[in-house]
């Protein structure tokens, strides 16, 4: 069998983080989510793998060039949809498929489930369906899909991923998968619905929060780099080569650190703290349910919960990210959201900046003592007292 994983797209809805990346290759317990989608695959037998390339397609080929597994790559030279993106990989296709999304995260097992049918569809409850194809379900078989509907009739969705035979090129007369779908079913033929067990996906970017406490759970302990012997490590926690733990810093698993980082002393890293390497943690800090992606320094005696920080950014002492809870105009609705903040790429933060339910795009920068509350801040601005 074969498979196509789709990782053309952007991800707009989660912006500043896909700015400088594609969302498949944004990091989810120090892995790029694209790599649970490959694992995924190869756990299942599967070593014919195409993978759709599009926005900042240099990144995702070089990543992909690192991976011991041959894969072939297509490009979606415009990201027209997901149907034409499927279309630019048809003339690799020669035997029974999976089409699988490279932003989300799938259970081996439900995988095997799927790709064991002729032609299949993986679905899934979830509480806001309006943000997918909402799937008509008669006798586990799919009568109809309608994407992203105002109003939903039900709460089961399509998460993507699919298992298909070389005749549904034939139903693709749009740029949508989901049109595809409905075109197949108006001919006769059947879809069998199966659902899922563990699907993850990120809609929006404080999503990435849900899938890292998820995913995180999933990794083996490890002790690797220099830890100091009165520094505290409960649970399970993995810590990556050349990483430097000082003396009376409290670590609480599940946690991952990458290499070459330097925490502590007295710092206090929580539960659901995803640190990527090189990064600094600063005397008398504390993190927790957090994606600290690579090369980040965060100042002494600051706190930084329930948060996404991108790539560089210096967040000076007494950085305060806590969780706060508001409402956002998104896509033109009010949305109500929980997080703490959503910091960009190269984000600078002066001593005593404060961030509850804050986005700020990359390459800000903020002089400090600012109280930054429910604010959405475009990239590269300056924001001074």
Known sequence: MQAVILAAGEGMRVRPLTRSRPKALIPVANRPILE??????LANGIRDIIVVVGYRKEHVIRYLNTLDVPVDVVVQEKQLGTAHALNCARHLIKEDFLV???DNYIDTQSLRRVMKEKNAMLVKNHPYPSNFGVVEIRNGMVEGVVEKPDIATGFTIS???L?????FFNCIES???????NAMLLKGEKIKAVPADDWQDAIYPWDLLTMNRRLIKSVAPRKSGTIAKNAVITGNVNIGHGTDIGPNTVIEGPVIIGEDCRIGPFCTIMPGSSIGSRVTIEPYSM???AIIMNDVTIGSHSRVRDAVIGDGTVLKDHVSVSLSESFMEIEGSLMK???GAIIGDKVSAGPHTTFE?????NNVSISGGKRIVSTELAKDSLMVI
């Not at 649970?36 to 695959?41: D, E, P, T, V």
């Not at 740029?175 to 779908?181: C, F, G, V, Y």
């Open 357 to 361: 339910g804050a986005i700020v795009g």
């Open 287 to 289: 993190t927790g349910n």
């Open 36 to 41: 649970y989608a490959i694992n995924g695959l």
């Open 163 to 167: 298992s298909l035979t070389p005749d």
């Open 337 to 339: 959201v929980i997080f």
């Open 159 to 161: 998460t993507g991923i």
């Open 100 to 102: 699988i999304p490279g």
């Open 175 to 181: 740029n949508d998968i989901t049109d595809a779908i």
